[in-house]
């Protein structure tokens, strides 16, 4: 096991009618002007903004409104909260939505306090050294950002993805999380998220360190939870513990309680960024369809986790050979995410033609000659891997 | 699933070497003088205390001394600690140690700023309000006091031994975790600390609260991981990985990971507190003896988890029986704790002829008319279960 420092101080408040506490919250995490980021027509047509706004009134906390955020969210939509930020004096951003409203407002966060571009902290020109609070108030369950401290923005004149990491700074200081808000997801975008969540926990899961059991026993019984509870949510979605327990996994694949002291890979997340910021499609749907090609290809070069994941996820009878018992997981790994209407492959992605070559010198030209760490893939294995995924 | 609050603020920095960070900890957490701390002799001979004093020297921050904290800790040292402080303009109180030393140190840290007897947030007469910081070097993997709110003290005229939880104000602000400081831990008091990390999970697993299949599988898991590393730890004392698989399962037993939504249980825990403020008994070895007493009690009055416990967490074949299953799983427990030297009876305590109508009267005298929530237990249901472990 290696050393490593778990820290999550974000107050998690979980349950229904939850939402009618953020005023007070704001608050106690010493609010004084509020900018409240979120999405499309959703949080304004369920009326869940109104309640939200309601609760800031109630608490005293003056705010103003940044909408309009659009999923794999863009930079422009960051230069534009910091300017209303300096503008207004927030200083606290509160992100009422899914990831990608949250990734905005911690970017928008970092960047206020920060005299140089944002986009600096994404191309690793400069550290975050400070940031204005953030706190959300989730509606999708899936990116993890609620409890994470972590934020991908997309350059839209450069069209690269990039993510950043800086848990000292930017993690929520509380996150409200109602599972009815996540009644009305459409199901499709219910299942993007179980991918999303599933991936967090197996970029983490699947690593050369040795001797992690407490690790493995936490990924492993989570990710069952997350199949378990998947297929009841997307039978009943107005199912409330079936919400609540996937709700609550999505947070804890990501805020740092999966994968203690294990070297972690990342690199289908980076396979998939490639094939979001040029086909712009749903980061989760990218992900059912790489994660499956990338296990794999793995059978082939580093077939041991991926033996374990089968037998002590999905129940595979060791028979001793691995590489048969790991195709078997990862065949019943492609049955569920089938099931629940998600794709495997590039085609059933609306790609019908991926141009391979231009997501392999994209991927290398943004992550370096190496990707990942379970095997450091080089581009002739990042190229395979996209084929198997045809 | 019920409503929950997860907040588990702490930074916790495990590894090898991390005493060495200690005194950076503390200047980054604010402290300008510190109070250390520590129990009886073997701080002091493993030069423990003095590798931490010198971390404290290189970051400028002045110390006091508090040694001689006992096992099953009393009230006398927390009024001395008290009187310390104040005198000498303490701020954060540095536990080195176990359970014992931390639940001190925050019995001192609630006291110091509180006009009345500190006792009365014990037994409910006031509530902590604010606190000194409080922050750990670990040496005993068991109590999860590293990781919680919360300290169990013995109040020594009157033999009550009782706990208080304040989340918000008494969790330590960091807590260092070296694995290596565990290596030299005498086998009994390995294995009573793994009865204590497993009877904090197994107290909140036990509920009666339906639909918390997150909660279950990260308890399961947690369980799982504790009696594999436990069996490699009584082997190999040295085993580092080992060490450290179960040194983080001791935390996150307590910090609110496992049970998230669920109603608790605890009367395991308070059958046991009233032997051993009477008999001095160490706390994990009381366990040892009443958990499983409790269990069989249970498998003829609410048998559901303790049947699914038996299946999930030792592999007991679901027969349909839910009584024979959790039987069976009980046996393989009780084997379990017998195979790393835990006691199972009072005699194996070294309890020959407990006074179970004292035990009994105290018990209920201290928590009431009914104890615990899987089932509510009476007086008569108490005794039922202390002349099962008989």
Chains 1, 2 share one sequence.
């Not at 700074?169 to 009815?180: D, G, I, K, Q, T």
Request: charged share 20%; hydrophobic share 40%.
């Amino acid at each position: 096991m290696n050393n490593f420092i778990f820290y999550s101080p974000t107050e998690f408040v979980f349950g229904k009618d939850t939402e009618a506490q953020t005023g007070t919250l704001a608050r106690k995490y010493g609010a004084r002007r509020v900018m409240v980021v979120y999405g499309g027509g959703s949080a304004v047509r369920s009326g869940l903004l109104e309640r939200v706004e309601r609760s800031l009134r109630e608490a005293d906390i003056p705010y103003c409104l940044l909408g309009g955020v659009l999923p794999n969210p863009i930079d422009t939509k960051v230069y534009e909260g910091i300017e209303v930020c300096r503008k207004e004096k927030v200083d606290m951003l509160l992100a009422v939505g899914g990831g990608s409203v949250i990734d905005t407002a911690k970017a928008i966060a970092a960047g206020v306090l920060y005299d140089g571009d944002f986009w600096d902290f994404y191309v690793g020109k400069a550290v975050v050294e400070k940031a204005l609070k953030v706190a959300v108030v989730l509606t999708i369950p899936a990116a993890g950002s609620e409890g994470s401290g972590n934020t991908v923005i997309t350059k839209s004149d450069t069209l690269q993805k990039l993510s950043l990491r800086a848990p000292g700074v930017l993690r929520p200081v509380f996150s409200v999380m109602n599972p009815e808000l996540t009644y009305t997801l459409p199901p499709f975008q219910t299942a993007c998220g179980v991918a999303d969540m599933m991936a967090h926990i197996m970029e983490r899961y699947f690593t050369n360190t040795k001797e992690v059991e407490i690790s493995d026993r936490l990924c492993e019984g989570t990710l069952m939870a997350i199949i378990e509870e998947a297929i009841k949510v997307m039978k009943e979605p107005r199912n409330y513990d079936a919400r609540a327990n996937l709700m609550w996994c999505g947070t804890i694949a990501h805020n740092g309680t999966c994968g203690v002291g294990c070297e972690e890979d990342w690199a289908s997340h980076f396979l998939e960024h490639e094939i979001s910021v040029i086909y712009n499609v749903t980061h989760g749907a990218g992900l059912s369809v790489i994660f499956p090609a990338w296990m794999t290809w793995m059978t082939e070069h580093n077939v041991e986790k991926i033996a374990q994941y089968a037998v002590r996820v999905w129940g595979v009878p060791d028979s001793g050979d691995p590489k048969a018992v790991a195709l078997e997981g990862i065949s019943r790994l492609k049955e569920f995410f089938s099931s629940i209407g998600l794709p495997l492959t590039f085609k059933e992605l609306g790609v019908e033609h991926p141009d391979i070559d231009l997501l392999v010198s994209n991927l290398h030209r943004n992550k370096g000659e190496f990707v990942g760490n379970y095997v450091k893939l080089t581009p002739k294995d990042s190229k395979e891997i996209y084929q198997l995924a045809l």
